[in-house]
């Protein structure tokens, strides 16, 4: 957020086309996830087909330095310099919990009577976050959408049908939008009626996924990840609740090592199927390259392609280490994408 006011904010238009009426695209994201060119990429680990500018970053001394303070909130003067919060504008303060979809509809509720309406009345509004951000706003912004829709398919029916009001059709979360003429707005496009709080986009936020991804990985394959952490330090012991600088150094040394190795223990064990060896290196060969990069380095250079690849292989992961909630909510990212 430290660079978002050189950043140009992104016109409304109207809600369907960037909410889908459906809500989840089954076909798109079973062609995302199982498609030919999805399943081919599968196939080979994430270091085979890595290209090689993330490699050249990920040995990088600097921007490893910025990988290992990517999770470390508030506790470093670059990393309170870089957090600060210059830019940021404070449009109310409530205590809420947020913790299902009343509570969000009742913080929605709140958005008219703030300056953030005004600010909704034309630009999309992305909303980044973890997983109860972005499922229960979805919620209720799906419910809005389909009254939404309802009323405007009713409103150009034949006048001899009963027509709804618009009461009817904004019987929650009823701020609208009051588009002015002018020079400056005579493209926009959207429907006066059209709620603001479907300017609203929420989505799984990059670093909720890099994070929960390392954790997963981490608590996973613990007992290994221990074993080589006190052969590195051999009078420390790793803590159970660990600091996610110290999880962050682990994998880090442990995947800059393997990438130095892998092609000789490839070489070495070209023909060799026993299961453990399988498992560990998909481990150090897929899983662990990949949730280091993901975020620091795919998502930070702004290579969108490269981080829809990514997407899908880190869904794979969290399918198969059954990571609740998050085996749901990249699913859902794949659609909004999709469609």
């Known amino acids: ?65 910025h990988r290992l303070s990517a999770h470390q909130y508030c506790q470093h003067d670059s990393i309170r310099t870089m957090r600060q919060m210059q830019d940021v504008h404070l449009v109310y303060f409530v205590e809420l919990t947020l913790k299902s979809k009343d509570d969000v509809g009742a913080a929605f509720d709140i958005v008219p009577s703030t300056d953030l309406l005004e600010y909704l009345k034309h630009f999309f509004l992305p909303q980044p976050g973890d997983w109860p951000a972005q499922f229960y706003p979805r919620q209720v912004i799906f419910e809005t959408l389909q009254k939404y829709y309802k009323y405007t398919e009713a409103s ?6 009963p027509q709804p ?32 709080i479907l300017s609203l986009i929420p989505c799984i936020g990059p670093l909720h996924i890099s994070l929960n991804g390392q954790e997963t990985l981490f608590d996973e ?6 074993i080589i952490y006190t052969k590195l330090v051999p009078k420390s012991k790793l803590a159970k609740k660990k600091k996610p600088w110290r999880m962050s150094l682990i994998l880090e040394v442990v995947c800059g090592g393997w990438l130095y190795i892998r092609e000789s223990v490839r070489e070495k064990f ?47 992961m969290f399918l198969c280490l059954q990571r609740h909630h998050y085996d749901k909510a990249l ?3 794949l659609s909004m994408c999709a469609y």
């Not at 394959?221 to 221990?226: I, P, S, V």
Request: hydrophobic content about 40%; aromatic content about 14%; proline content about 6%.
């Open 1 to 65: 957020m430290y660079y978002s006011r050189h950043i140009p904010a992104i016109p409304a238009c109207p809600a369907t086309t960037y909410h889908s009426l459906k809500a989840l695209d089954v076909a798109s994201v079973v062609n995302s996830v199982s498609g030919p060119a999805a399943m081919y990429k599968l196939s080979q680990s994430y270091s085979s087909m890595m290209p090689s500018w993330i490699r050249g970053c990920f040995f990088n001394p600097e921007l490893e330095r």
């Open 270 to 316: 070209s023909a060799f199927k026993d299961i453990e060896y399988q498992t560990l290196r998909n481990l150090l060969d897929n899983y662990l390259p990949l949730v280091l990069s993901i975020y620091s380095v795919t998502f930070k250079v702004n290579n969108f392609s490269e981080y829809f690849n990514a997407i899908v292989r880190i869904w794979t």
């Open 156 to 161: 150009s029916a034949p006048q001899s049908q």
């Open 165 to 196: 009001t618009s009461a009817a059709a904004h019987s929650d979360h009823s701020y609208t939008l009051s588009y002015h003429s002018g020079p400056e707005k005579e493209n926009v496009t959207v429907n006066s009626d059209q709620p603001a």
């Open 331 to 333: 699913l859902v990212w």
């Open 221 to 226: 394959f613990r007992d290994l990840f221990e």
